[in-house]
């Protein structure tokens, strides 16, 4: 691989599930076994239906991300920051666990939003997901805000919401100012994340795909890598430290 001195890398769920949080769509996807828990993902559905919400916080309640641990793959990329080449880190995942494993904040643009704060859909209160999860423990199955008495949900972003601007401009600014564009764990199918790819090989960027399964970007990557990703990232990551030295 040619001189990388600049790596923006997307990650998707396939980077979590070695550290037991599920993907949507893979084989054992939970999308993929319940399709109806898709349909439910919508915030029309959300909003609408007060038994989807409480079907919600039951879910979150029980979610693997709380006892969740990064794993090599999540090292690898701090190890590709403290060797200086890393450009940005966007993730579509929602359980911090980039940041908990050591990769620095402000380098991580959390395009999905973050599972660990909640946030009012009426008055915008953001609150730590930890005090309004104490509060479904007492008993509440559809907490409303403290402040507003509006509907609550996860700090993250539903099918039917829009991204944010300011997040998607960071995350397009990445893709376009990078030598080498990775996208790891993730299907490509959900736009406009997807079409970071797309970015990155319009300005010129070297593109390569870590997925279990095939993507609709697999074409045109520079090179896809079909491995599983906790052992193919950090053998990856090496090769582009060493390629940079």
Same mark, same amino acid.
């Given at each position: 691989?040619?001189?990388?001195?600049?790596?923006?890398?997307?990650?998707?769920?396939?980077?979590?599930?070695?550290?037991?949080?599920?993907?949507?769509?893979?084989?054992?996807?939970?999308?993929?076994?319940?399709?109806?828990?898709?349909?439910? $993902?919508?915030?029309? &559905?959300?909003? #609408?239906?007060?038994?989807?919400?409480?079907?919600?916080? *039951? %879910?979150? =309640?029980?979610? +693997? $991300?709380?006892?969740? &641990?990064?794993? #090599?793959?999540?090292?690898?990329?701090?190890?590709?920051? *403290? %060797?200086? =080449?890393?450009? +940005?880190?966007?993730?579509?995942?929602?359980?911090?666990?980039?940041?908990?494993?050591?990769?620095?904040?402000?380098?991580?643009?959390?395009?999905?939003?973050?599972?660990?704060?909640?946030?009012?859909?009426?008055?915008?209160?953001?609150?730590?997901?930890?005090?309004?999860?104490?509060?479904?423990?007492?008993?509440?199955?559809?907490?409303?805000?403290?402040?507003?008495?509006?509907?609550?949900?996860?700090?993250?972003?539903?099918?039917?919401?829009?991204?944010?601007?300011?997040?998607?401009?960071?995350?397009?600014?990445?893709?376009?100012?990078?030598?080498?564009?990775?996208?790891?764990?993730?299907?490509?199918?959900?736009?406009?994340?997807?079409?970071?790819?797309?970015?990155?090989?319009?300005?010129?960027?070297?593109?390569?795909?870590?997925?279990?399964?095939?993507?609709?970007?697999?074409?045109?990557?520079?090179?896809?890598?079909?491995?599983?990703?906790?052992?193919?990232?950090?053998?990856?990551?090496?090769?582009?430290?060493?390629?940079?030295?």
């Amino acid at each position: 691989m040619n001189e990388p001195r600049t790596v923006s890398v997307l990650t998707g769920a396939g980077v979590s599930t070695d550290s037991g949080i599920p993907d949507f769509r893979g084989p054992q996807g939970v999308w993929t076994k319940n399709p109806q828990a898709e349909a439910d $993902a919508s915030i029309d &559905r959300y909003l #609408a239906d007060p038994e989807v919400r409480r079907a919600s916080w *039951r %879910a979150r =309640l029980d979610h +693997a $991300a709380w006892d969740a &641990r990064p794993n #090599a793959a999540h090292l690898a990329l701090v190890e590709l920051e *403290r %060797a200086g =080449l890393l450009r +940005a880190l966007v993730t579509q995942n929602i359980d911090e666990l980039h940041q908990r494993a050591g990769s620095s904040p402000e380098k991580v643009i959390e395009i999905h939003g973050t599972m660990r704060r909640a946030e009012c859909l009426s008055c915008e209160l953001i609150t730590p997901m930890e005090d309004v999860l104490a509060r479904v423990r007492a008993g509440e199955d559809d907490p409303p805000c403290l402040s507003c008495g509006g509907i609550q949900k996860a700090n993250t972003i539903s099918f039917g919401q829009s991204l944010r601007p300011e997040v998607m401009r960071a995350a397009q600014r990445a893709a376009r100012t990078c030598h080498v564009f990775l996208a790891v764990g993730t299907s490509l199918t959900v736009h406009p994340a997807a079409g970071l790819c797309g970015e990155a090989l319009d300005a010129g960027a070297t593109l390569v795909i870590v997925n279990a399964q095939p993507t609709p970007y697999d074409p045109f990557a520079d090179r896809v890598i079909n491995e599983p990703i906790g052992q193919a990232l950090p053998t990856l990551v090496k090769e582009l430290i060493d390629a940079a030295r």
